[in-house]
């Protein structure tokens, strides 16, 4: 398993929640149906596998997290932060429900090698 993040704080927190799974009564990944029905859309010889649960993304929360890393990066964006802020806001809703997950895999044959993805 590779973990990544852009910040490390994440990354701990991360670590922690799959030290917990082991001890505690949380399910493992292949047990989810979202999980398992994305890995039924591939062949059964992958040579990788990403899948993305999307429907956990805090989508409210998405603008104060976009400001807060254009004020720490000091970069610019090109519309008012105020426009950007309700333009969030007023799509998150869209997002949480049409964007479910997201998940991609490769895979090779004899005749070459293959990748796909999906977007539910």
Same mark, same amino acid.
């Given at each position: 398993?590779?973990?990544?993040?852009?910040?490390?704080?994440?990354?701990?927190?991360?670590?922690?929640?799959?030290?917990?799974?082991?001890?505690?009564?949380?399910?493992?990944?292949?047990? &989810? +149906?979202?999980?398992? $029905?994305?890995?039924?859309? =591939? *062949?059964?010889? %992958?040579?990788?596998?990403?899948?993305?649960?999307?429907?956990?993304?805090?989508?409210?929360?998405?603008?104060?997290?976009? &400001? +807060?890393?254009?004020? $720490?990066?000091?970069?610019? =964006? *090109?519309?008012? %932060?105020?426009?950007?802020?309700?333009?969030?806001?007023?799509?998150?809703?869209?997002?949480?429900?049409?964007?479910?997950?997201?998940?991609?895999?490769?895979?090779?044959?004899?005749?070459?090698?293959?990748?796909?993805?999906?977007?539910?």
């Amino acid at each position: 398993m590779l973990l990544a993040a852009p910040q490390i704080e994440t990354l701990r927190e991360a670590i922690g929640r799959l030290g917990q799974a082991r001890g505690g009564t949380s399910t493992s990944l292949a047990g &989810e +149906t979202g999980f398992q $029905r994305a890995r039924a859309r =591939f *062949p059964e010889n %992958l040579g990788g596998l990403s899948y993305f649960d999307l429907s956990r993304i805090p989508w409210e929360n998405f603008a104060e997290v976009f &400001e +807060t890393a254009l004020k $720490r990066t000091g970069q610019t =964006f *090109p519309v008012s %932060l105020d426009t950007a802020r309700d333009w969030i806001k007023t799509i998150s809703p869209v997002l949480h429900r049409y964007l479910h997950a997201w998940s991609s895999g490769s895979w090779k044959d004899a005749h070459g090698l293959y990748f796909d993805a999906y977007l539910e």
